[in-house]
């Protein structure tokens, strides 16, 4: 049980953090990956998708490490999330050619432990 509100607590501020980053400086956030936002529309979607969803998932997984109940939906929520992104990375990057790109990769492997990790914490509350 230690380990899984270690994991969520970390994961909470990992998520927070970078949430804070795309709400606050958002076309600078994007540039990272090359992105660039030409409408003031494509700045709100990132504030909102890449900003508040984040900051939002933050604040469910801290209320997680408090509240037992929740351990275990966070984690799997944690699990399928991560897993989602990876998979889609790994697909973009098959199909966009992008293996030379460094940010992805990071990302990919930060999203592969993540899984791993959520679903190690998972199994461990099974056990327990």
């Given amino acids: ?3 899984a509100r270690i994991l969520l607590a970390v994961q909470a501020v990992v ?13 600078e956030m994007v540039n990272l990956s090359g ?11 990132v504030r909102a998708y890449y900003g508040a969803l984040q900051l939002g998932l933050a604040v469910f997984l801290l209320l ?3 509240r037992l109940e929740l351990t275990r939906a966070a984690l799997t ?18 199909l966009d050619g992008g293996l030379q790109q460094t940010f992805n990769l990071y ?6 432990v993540s899984v791993g990790l959520a679903f190690m914490a998972l199994r461990g509350l099974s056990r327990a």
């Fill in 1 to 3: 049980m230690l380990f």
């Fill in 15 to 27: 998520l927070a953090g970078c949430g804070l980053a795309y709400f606050i400086r958002p076309q």
């Fill in 35 to 45: 992105m660039l936002l030409m409408e003031a529309a494509a700045i709100t979607d």
């Fill in 64 to 66: 997680a490490t408090v």
């Fill in 77 to 94: 929520l944690l699990v399928l999330l991560y897993a989602a992104l990876a998979f889609g990375r790994i697909a973009g990057l098959w």
């Fill in 107 to 112: 990302l990919l492997l930060f999203e592969v």
